[in-house]
């Protein structure tokens, strides 16, 4: 057998004899290879345009910062979410799925469904290696679609902004932030019905941001501001955690 050759038997249950074959290892390092190059380039590329947007070396550091510290909230989520997925789809395919798409919720539902119709269940004994292969490619399927969709309509939501942007220069001010708050409001009232731990958890970190964002202004300390999401992020996790220890309902 070659050193990449796998263990394939179709009605097995040892799923991680495949879920860790080295060829999966390699295409996981080789995604990761491709996202560090793509963000070496974005960084590039945010420098060269810096000084005709106005921003100064200061301000551009700041905003480095600033992205660096509020994804540190959302990945320490994911990275929950993905250790206890380990068992069911091992390491590389947690990486490149996870990792990459960032939405735990939509995989997981893509390998379900997927199990479903084959008429097994994730983590049952009916989860074999033949079902964990179907389950794989519908999800590397999806996130396929997901960007393809975006290779697409960038460009082409990319020259509807420029045009609004002639017939008003303020729109595309406006429009970029009403979206990003309208996104954001959507999904956090879409949790509200779920139980009171999760209203108790919302208004918790929200009141932690305004709080940070309201020091920041008072203390003059732009630090706050940068590491507000973060705080929050850290606050709601802690209130969710004590929140269902005091039988206020489920967490997701």
């Known amino acids: 057998m070659t050193p990449l050759a796998l263990p394939l038997d179709g009605s097995s ?35 060269k345009a810096a000084p005709a947007a106005g921003m100064t070396e200061a301000e551009l550091k700041t905003s480095f910062r600033s992205g660096a510290i509020a994804a540190i909230g959302p990945s320490l989520a994911v990275v929950l979410v993905a250790v206890a997925l380990l068992a069911l789809f091992g390491t590389p395919a947690v ?20 199990a479903t119709t084959m008429g097994a269940a994730l983590g049952a004994n009916t989860y074999t290696q033949q079902v964990f292969a179907v389950a794989f490619f519908a999800m590397s399927l999806g996130g396929a679609m997901w960007m393809l969709a975006t290779l697409i309509f960038t460009p082409i939501l990319k020259r509807g902004g420029h045009k609004l942007a002639k017939v008003n ?15 954001f409001i959507s999904l956090g009232t879409a949790e509200l019905p779920k139980s009171a731990a999760h209203v108790v958890t919302l208004l918790s970190a929200a009141a932690v941001m305004g709080l940070c964002v309201f020091l920041s202004k008072k ?14 992020i850290l606050a709601g996790l802690a209130v969710a955690y004590f929140a269902h220890g005091a039988g206020l309902g489920p967490v997701a």
């Open 13 to 47: 249950t040892d799923i991680l004899a495949v879920a860790n074959s080295p060829i999966l290892w390699i295409c996981g390092l080789g995604v990761f290879a491709v996202i560090i190059i793509q963000s070496v380039i974005y960084i590039r590329a945010a420098r």
């Open 95 to 114: 990486l490149v799925r996870i990792g990459l798409i960032g939405s735990a919720a939509y995989e997981t539902g893509a390998a379900n469904i997927s």
């Open 169 to 183: 220069p303020a729109i595309m001010t406006v429009v970029p932030a009403a979206a990003l708050l309208a996104a």
């Open 219 to 232: 203390l003059a300390k732009n630090w706050l501001r940068e590491w507000g999401l973060g705080f929050a």
